[in-house]
């Protein structure tokens, strides 16, 4: 007589005894995303305020912004370095790890913005003989960002600091030079030119400088 096999009885799961835990963050990776340049050179700040729905691996599924900066283009800076590179320990229901959806904000405060942003625009160091009378005197130094809007015959329709140095008469100065020693090309779109904003970096530097 052919013998009759039975499957083993599955071993029963032993219970959870595990406590539930929280969504806890993996500090290393929530660092603050890179200032955009262009938010630098026109002195955006503000909060992002963001919806994320974190997946059961701890990986963002989803970033949406709940509350605006006041600057799109900080918002959406903030949205994709969320996306891309902040990760979480899920939080545990019965052992298991789930979805979760939280809130978050990144500040954006120029003070945390590199010296270096802006490397990538054009740039001219002032000179002693460039100086406001009694400013190098007075130890004034720092560097003027100036927005220029060039129309398409060359000619400064609007010009405005857009982040000043920290000294008034360094800033006019550095406006006054940016809209009367230079000549600007507009920028083409195709072969027409078309009105173009310029940002140029005014560099005042230190009274000790070669």
Not at 86 to 103: M, S, Y
Not at 119 to 140: L, N, W, Y
Not at 170 to 195: F, H, Q
Request: glycine share 6%.
């Amino acid at each position: 007589m052919a013998a009759l096999l039975l499957a083993a009885p599955a071993a029963a799961q032993a219970p959870c005894t595990t406590p539930d835990t929280p969504l806890r963050p993996v500090m290393a990776t929530h660092t603050l995303p890179p200032y955009p340049e262009l938010s630098v050179m026109t002195n955006e700040q503000g909060t992002s305020l963001l919806a994320v729905a974190i997946g059961a691996d701890g990986v963002p599924t989803d970033v949406q912004i709940a509350n605006s900066s006041g600057s799109l283009r900080l918002d959406e800076a903030a949205r994709d370095f969320v996306k891309a590179t902040w990760r979480w320990n899920p939080p545990t229901v019965a052992c298991k790890p789930v979805a979760v959806l939280t809130r978050v904000s990144i500040k954006w405060d120029l003070k945390d913005a590199p010296d270096d942003l802006g490397q990538h625009m054009p740039s001219i160091t002032m000179t002693k003989v460039d100086f406001p009378p009694g400013a190098m005197e007075r130890h004034e130094q720092g560097k003027t960002i100036v927005a220029m809007v060039v129309a398409v015959n060359g000619d400064i329709t609007r010009a405005e600091v857009t982040r000043g140095s920290g000294f008034v008469d360094l800033d006019s100065k550095a406006l006054e030079i940016a809209k009367t020693r230079y000549r600007w090309t507009a920028a083409k779109m195709g072969d027409a030119p078309v009105n173009t904003v310029i940002f140029l970096i005014m560099i005042w530097p230190s009274a000790n400088a070669p």
